[in-house]
């Protein structure tokens, strides 16, 4: 990709342009566009390194909960399914606010934490996200704005040698799967290092890239969603909401939990009633309040 300076961007003709001020805003405007970005989380390196410790650890205790053999026969010995559940500095990467602050850009309206997944790229062998796919699997769509979108948080290192994700550029505006002539010809492959989050709209396709180290590569992959699309793992019947804020329980999907009967589903109604009708007077004071 060319660099220029900035005041070589010229251009004529045009009535609207886009300004940048933040890394916030340039992710933003790159997922929009070609459909992914590259963002640092703000941890600090010893941060990340007790991610890393507490990630092996909560690995060797699922692969004794589960057993290697089982695992294995059913393909998912390089993941772990849902680490927040297990382990609460998952969760706080989940609801990293540097991730939440482009989501609000991207998503119109409310999202959830759709799913999170700790992954391996095992050290010279091949894995099961290795294959081209989207986060959205089997869909072939086109929508005027994400409603979904994947954040992989690099435990370790992204580079060549270990595998870094491969992407398809701008393929979240295109239903088809390409030809294998264009995606040899335009897939990239993105670096990143530990402690960044490579953001994708869940519609562009990618891939992992081979491991050619002797050691693994780790990440946790995150997808976030309109609450319209159910959780790939029912969160908030798995976790206890004792003592989580507001703000995290909306996140985890705890106010778009699926009724189990129709007297449930009446009182959900009511709730979620009540709930916008503070909120719409709360917007209409602030309003009231910024009159100028």
């Not at 602050?101 to 998503?107: F, K, P, Q, T, V």
């Not at 759709?114 to 989207?134: F, L």
């Not at 295109?174 to 530990?194: C, G, R, V």
């Amino acid at each position: 990709m060319n660099s220029f300076a900035f005041e070589d961007v010229s251009a004529y003709g045009v009535l609207k342009k886009s300004f940048t001020n933040t890394n916030i805003d340039k992710a933003v405007e790159e997922i929009n566009n070609i459909g992914y970005s590259v963002i640092h989380s703000g941890l600090k390196d010893v941060e990340i390194n007790t991610i890393a410790n507490q990630f092996d650890l909560l690995h060797t205790q699922y692969i004794h909960t589960y057993g290697h053999h089982y695992l294995k026969n059913i393909d998912e010995q390089n993941t772990i399914r849902l680490p927040l559940a297990f382990d609460r500095c998952f969760l706080e990467i989940a609801a990293n606010q540097v991730i939440l602050n482009i989501l609000e850009r991207l998503i119109v309206g409310q999202f959830i934490l759709n799913q999170q997944n700790g992954i391996i790229n095992p050290a010279g062998e091949k894995y099961n996200q290795s294959a081209w796919h989207r986060d959205l699997p089997y869909q072939h769509f086109v929508s005027s704005r994400p409603i979904a979108v994947s954040a992989l948080f690099c435990v370790d290192d992204f580079t060549i040698e270990n595998g870094a994700t491969y992407v398809l550029p701008a393929s979240h505006k295109h239903e088809l799967f390409p030809s294998d002539t264009y995606i040899l010809k335009n897939a990239i492959q993105t670096t990143a290092p530990a402690g960044s989050f490579i953001i994708i709209d869940c519609m562009v396709f990618h891939r992992g890239g081979n491991n050619q180290t002797k050691k693994n590569r780790r990440a946790i992959n995150h997808v976030y969603t309109i609450p319209l699309i159910k959780q790939q793992i029912d969160i908030p019947a798995t976790m206890s909401e004792e003592n989580m804020s507001a703000h995290l329980r909306k996140l985890l999907g705890y106010k778009h939990k699926v009724s189990k009967t129709i007297d449930e589903f009446l009182k959900s109604r009511k709730i979620f009633s009540s709930f916008h009708a503070s909120e719409a007077l709360t917007d209409s004071v602030d309003l009231s309040q910024n009159k100028t």
